[in-house]
């Protein structure tokens, strides 16, 4: 079956770690991005990638990074600068970037 | 600041009834909309995207689009307590056609 696979689903952040959610699609997409949603808010973008090697900042890029190294992965990385990092992180993809956007299950970080 | 917005709700009607969402958007520019429905601790769902003025029809949905205006609406005939969710609004702006999400809509669909 073709769609987007979020890894793990729920990740545990010791201060001062970095850590790095997995984010795979099958359905040869090219365009692929990062969203961070907080309770009671709406998704705010963090990272994203129109195609292979090449990745725009969002809204909210301090504290994160991310590849695009394959056309089927787009890791995102939660640096240690990330002060504030527990939320639910949700990767999407698309087409292209004037289609929509479908998502993944995605990743529910907490600090420990 | 391209800005997205929608009444948080909770939007409450009874099964059965129409449920009538609406969003507005401050881009002029923007070209492409789409509604996405979010259960309770689950991802976004795509339900709807509508490119042209008027209505787009699929099933119980049905998706408003008034540029003009600069608001779109999706209306959910014959509602059911399985609809009971919270709807996201996502707009994309002619420059960048990266979306913006609003902050969404709670409905509760009551038997």
């Known amino acids: 079956d073709g769609g987007i696979t979020q890894s793990p689903k729920y990740l545990f952040r010791k201060e001062g770690q970095n850590v790095t959610l997995s984010c795979e699609q099958n359905?040869?997409?090219?365009?692929m991005y990062w969203y961070r949603q907080d309770p009671g808010q709406g998704l705010r973008l963090i990272y994203y990638s129109q195609i292979v090697n090449d990745f725009q900042k969002g809204d909210i890029a301090e504290g994160y990074s991310v590849s695009r190294e394959k056309k089927e992965s787009f890791p995102l990385t939660v640096t240690s600068a990330q002060k504030n990092p527990t939320a639910f992180y949700l990767c999407a993809s698309s087409i292209d970037r004037k289609q929509p956007q479908h998502f993944g299950d995605g990743t529910r970080l907490s600090i420990l | 600041q391209k800005e997205v917005e929608q009444n948080s709700g909770p939007l409450s009607v009874p099964e059965g009834a129409i449920a009538s969402l609406n969003c507005t958007y401050s881009?002029?520019?923007?070209?492409?909309f789409f509604w996405y429905r979010q259960y309770s601790g689950k991802s976004p769902e795509l339900i709807m995207f509508i490119y042209s003025n008027g209505d787009k029809e699929d099933g119980r949905f049905t998706a408003q689009l008034n540029k003009a205006s600069q608001y779109v609406s999706l209306l959910i005939r014959d509602s059911q307590p399985s609809d009971s969710a919270t709807y996201l609004c996502a707009v994309e702006s002619g420059g960048s056609y990266i979306p913006t999400f609003g902050r969404g809509t709670s409905l509760i669909v009551h038997p």
């Open positions: 359905l040869n997409h090219d365009a």
């Open positions: 881009d002029r520019g923007s070209q492409s």
